[in-house]
């Protein structure tokens, strides 16, 4: 009898009636076949059944989503939160943000019953190594988003075998055409990237916003459609690509978490081949 097969902390588990079959795997979490097969699994199933899927039925293993809580993030939070609001929440808390995005982190978390918010700090000794100043981010920001960002992000990971991210195809040209199961280049540990909202468009996310009278982020309304760390976000113009706003006047569109091979702090440019960030 066949049954449903999940690869999760290197572990294939399958699944099916009266039997569990756990063997050891040391091979990558996950390959780029699956992702395939995952893709095709979920075509055509709308955001709700592919969240289950992986919320509910864990077809990539132990996983969590990593939220800016920003410009349209209260959306993909509310579904989650809906479906299983014990998922854990990953929170790049880098010490750099808005203070109106720490608020409104608090407050989507309070408002859509989220029980499971993980604020990932960067290394407090490496910070005061690396960024005493805390001003790394006007001379290097790549090393700066390396320390608070793509470096707590990984230590976390360790835990999980895949993210849940809230990117969307239309936000920018680079991220046209993104699918909903990826494989994430940044480490070698096969881990998959899911993006449930890959295909929506922001005419779809505002009537989701009315329909569930969800709050937005006050930052919105002052002009800022895309909301990162404050001294490395901008106000918009009308007409503007939403994330022309970030890291404004830097050759830098990501900030590395989605970045295949990124560098260490000290280690220059990141590589080109740039994946779009949440
Ligand atoms: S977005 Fe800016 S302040 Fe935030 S971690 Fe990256 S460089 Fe530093």
Redesign the pocket.
Known sequence: MSGTKIRTHGKDIERSIGREIDRIDTAPIFSDADAVRLNRLYRGADTRELLAGVLLDRVAGEIAVVSSFGAESAVLLHMIADVAPATPVLFLE?G?HFPETLAYRDLLVERLGLTNLINLTPDAALLAKKDESGL??SYD?DG??EI??VQPLARAMAGYDATITGRKGFQSATRAGLPRFEIDKVDAAGRLKVNPLADWDAERLAEYFTRHDLPPHPLVAQGYPSI??S??TSKVAEGEDPRSGRWRGWDKTE?GIHVPGATGPDEGELPPGYEPVF
């Open positions: 880098t750099k790394r981010w920001p700066c988003c608070r960002k990162g760390c001294p490395c900030c």
